[in-house]
């Protein structure tokens, strides 16, 4: 997940404590998702400034080469 920017190692880890381990699972976020890790990481709107969602497409993508 660090590859993402805007995602450190603390921010890996409450990713991890929420489940979220993986870039498949990020590229496939919807609004719902991102309005769920926005208000648990107190974000606003970080995940859609730094196109985490574009990123994890890419990085999906990839990892799957």
Request: avoid cysteine; glycine fraction near 10%; aromatic fraction near 10%.
């Amino acid at each position: 997940m660090k590859n993402i920017k805007g995602v450190g190692p603390k921010i890996e880890g409450i990713l991890n404590d929420m489940g979220i381990f993986h870039y498949d699972q990020v590229a496939s976020w919807g609004r719902k998702e991102v309005k769920w890790v926005d208000e648990e990481l107190s974000f606003k709107g970080r995940i859609d400034r730094e196109k985490w969602i574009a990123q994890a497409k890419k990085l999906a993508k990839d990892a799957a080469k």
